[in-house]
């Protein structure tokens, strides 16, 4: 069955540092999306990304999915404090158009 | 919009009580998510309404946990009997059409169970 990979499932950086975690799938995905979970929050929509070698930018994010669409990317630049929390990866198999999340990426700003 | 609503925000109970949490979707919202998410596991799908019949229970970890979903703007969650490692954080989430759309998650239950 699918496989979501999320790495690295933690990560601390120094304040205005650059943060990048990585989603891989076992499977052709049809889209991926990503989510923000404050600590003590819920899951809290990003971005979706639906073509093969997209980019999209939110402000300091840069989301990008694979060309073979295995595999997605949230890139950070600068990172603040605001940054913190864990991020999620839902993938979208084509086969089953079931939705997955990762386990998350769990970052640490330190001051 | 008010967002989804979860009730309680927290529960503590003991061990063989019975728990019901409950969930309303966003209005017009057409599928309703239950998950549960831990520390070990993660975020863990249990159960995915749509127009309020269960498409997907194949996350239900065992009898003892059963939802049901009576109308478009109520869902429930119910543990009977529950164990202290059903303890977790409990999320309802929903979105518009099919379950690959964007879902928009309620604030959460913390169940604590003793």
């Known amino acids: 069955g699918q496989q979501v990979m999320q790495i690295p499932q933690y990560q601390h950086v120094q304040e205005g540092e650059d943060f990048t975690t990585y989603c891989n799938s076992s499977?052709?995905?049809?889209?991926i999306q990503w989510y923000k979970q404050r600590p003590g929050g819920h899951p809290v929509f990003l971005i979706q990304?639906?073509?093969?070698?997209e980019v999209k930018k939110q402000k300091r994010l840069t989301f990008q999915f694979g060309e073979a669409k295995k595999n997605s990317s949230l890139h950070i630049t600068a990172t603040q404090t605001t940054d913190v929390g864990t991020y999620f990866c839902a993938q979208v198999s084509n086969r089953d158009d079931k939705i997955i999340f990762g386990k998350g990426t769990r970052l640490h700003i330190l001051p | 919009d008010a967002g989804v609503i979860q009730s309680p925000r927290h529960e503590v109970t003991e061990m063989g009580q019975e728990v019901t949490l409950r969930c309303k979707p966003i209005?017009?919202?057409?599928?309703l998510f239950w998950y549960r998410q831990t520390m070990m596991r993660g975020l863990e799908l249990l159960i995915y309404?749509?127009?309020?019949?269960?498409?997907?229970d194949s996350g239900m970890p065992e009898d003892r946990f059963s939802a049901k979903m009576p109308n478009a703007s109520f869902s429930t969650l119910k543990i009977q009997p529950s164990e202290p490692r059903d303890s977790a954080v409990y999320f309802c989430?929903?979105?518009?059409?099919?379950?690959?759309?964007?879902?928009?998650f309620g604030p959460g239950t913390r169940l604590t169970v003793l």
């Open positions: 989430a929903s979105s518009l059409g099919q379950n690959t759309d964007t879902q928009y």
């Open positions: 499977t052709t995905l049809s889209n």
């Open positions: 209005s017009g919202h057409n599928s």
């Open positions: 990304l639906v073509k093969s070698g």
């Open positions: 309404f749509n127009n309020n019949v269960p498409i997907d």
